[in-house]
């Protein structure tokens, strides 16, 4: 099983040749994993490996802003609902109040709102797209691209600060941070 980063294509492929290899997805929020995709060596994938379907006492939907469901083939925020959704994060009410909403199709439930983006599929599988802030993976850890630019723009003498998180070899994406100083 292969989760908490995109899986590579090459990689996955490969390794599902020879053992069963399972792409997951699910952010700590959700007791890890909530899909998986049994990644078939024989088949053509192209760009991404599909994160699959939810597994047991999981779903997934796809919301819009207004948290309304988005047909198949559009583009919409992955939202994990079910028994392994956590309560909240602890001592952080607002985030909280903002990642953990009521669930639109079952009253008295919660769903976590990921900032992840996807796409369902024709075969009824998701398609993870990125995010839909500036927040990235490096080594299977979430950074915040903005915080990293806020304490750097507190130091003295700096006047502009960028970071970026290329990912110029696929699996060894790095930090790097563009900073101007005060003339």
Do not use: M
Not at 40 to 48: K, L, M, S, W
Not at 77 to 96: K, M, N, P, Q, S
Not at 116 to 131: A, H, K, M, Q, Y
Not at 140 to 155: D, K, M, T
Request: proline share 6%.
């Amino acid at each position: 099983v292969s989760a908490g980063d995109s899986a590579r294509v090459e990689d996955a492929v490969r390794l599902a040749g020879q053992l069963d290899y399972y792409n997951s997805y699910g952010p700590t929020e959700t007791s890890v994993c909530a899909t998986h995709h049994r990644v078939d060596p024989a088949r053509a994938y192209g760009g991404r490996i599909p994160i699959g379907r939810p597994i047991g006492n999981s779903s997934i939907y796809l919301l819009d802003e207004g948290l309304r469901l988005v047909p198949e083939g559009c583009v919409g925020e992955i939202c994990v609902a079910g028994e392994g959704v956590a309560r909240g994060y602890v001592g952080r009410d607002a985030l909280t109040a903002e990642k953990f909403v009521e669930d639109p199709f079952h009253p008295g439930w919660r769903i976590y709102r990921t900032g992840d983006l996807g796409v369902w599929r024709p075969d009824g599988e998701v398609e993870f797209l990125g995010r839909q802030d500036a927040q990235v993976k490096v080594r299977g850890y979430r950074i915040e691209l903005g915080e990293i630019e806020a304490v750097l723009g507190r130091c003295p003498g700096v006047e502009q600060v960028a970071v970026l998180a290329p990912d110029e070899r696929p699996g060894e994406r790095r930090l790097v941070a563009y900073v101007t100083g005060a003339a």
